[in-house]
C-alpha cells in the first residue's frame, strides 16, 4: 500500500533532521504552513508546484507527495492525468472507471499561459459523437479545468453531468436572467433552452482539444 503523503513529508523531515519552519519557508510559505498541513491537514493536499520543490529538495518522486504514480520530474513539463472515459457529444457516455491512467506532459510555460489552473485540478478526456462538430469530433481528446465549472459559469464548452452520463456541450449564460441554454453546435441536435443553473451538473470547463488528422 503506497504511503501517506503527510507521513512520508514526516519520515523525511524525522530522517533528515529537517525542520518544518525551514520548509515552509522553501515553499515561500509562512512557518507554519507545513506543519498545519501534517498535524491539521490543512491544505488538504499539496498542491503541483509545491510537490515539484519538496521532491527535488528531498530527491524523491513526486508521486511520494501525491503526485500521480510514474509522473515525470522533466523540468519544464507538467503532467495531466488522462481518464478513461469519454464524454459524449451525442446521447451520453456512461463513465465506468474514472480512475486516472496514462497522462499528457505539457510545457509548463505554455500551459501557463493557457490556464491559472493547478495541475490537480486538471484532466483529459475523449469525446464520443457528432454533435459538438464541426467545433469537436468524434475521438477528439479534450483539456478539463474541473476548477473552472458552475461557481464560474459563463459562455463557453463544458462537460456536464446528466444522470450518470458525461456530455459535452456549448453552454449560453443569459446575464439578465441567469438562465442557461445547453446547445450542440452540430444544427443536426436540438438545443435544452431555458435551464436554471441548479439544473446543470457542471465538471468543468473545456480549455484545448487536440485531434488527429485524417
Known sequence: MP????SALERLCVERGEEFAALSRLLGKNSAYIQQYLRRGTPKRLKEDERRILARYFGVPESLFGAPEGQPITPGLIAVMR???SASAGSGAFPTD???RP???FDERWLKQ???ADADDLVIIRVEGDSMVPTLGDSDDI??????ALARLRDGI???RVDEALIV???ALNPVTRRVTVQSDNLAYTDWPDLALGDVNCIGRVIWAARKVA
Do not use: Q
Not at 3 to 6: F, L
Not at 143 to 148: K, P
Open 143 to 148: 483539456l478539463i479545468d474541473r476548477g473552472d
Open 114 to 116: 493557457m490556464t491559472s
Open 158 to 160: 463544458y462537460v456536464i
Open 83 to 85: 481518464v478513461p472515459i
Open 169 to 171: 456541450k456549448r453552454i
Open 3 to 6: 504511503e501517506d503523503p503527510r
Open 98 to 100: 474514472e480512475r486516472p
Open 103 to 105: 497522462y499528457f506532459a
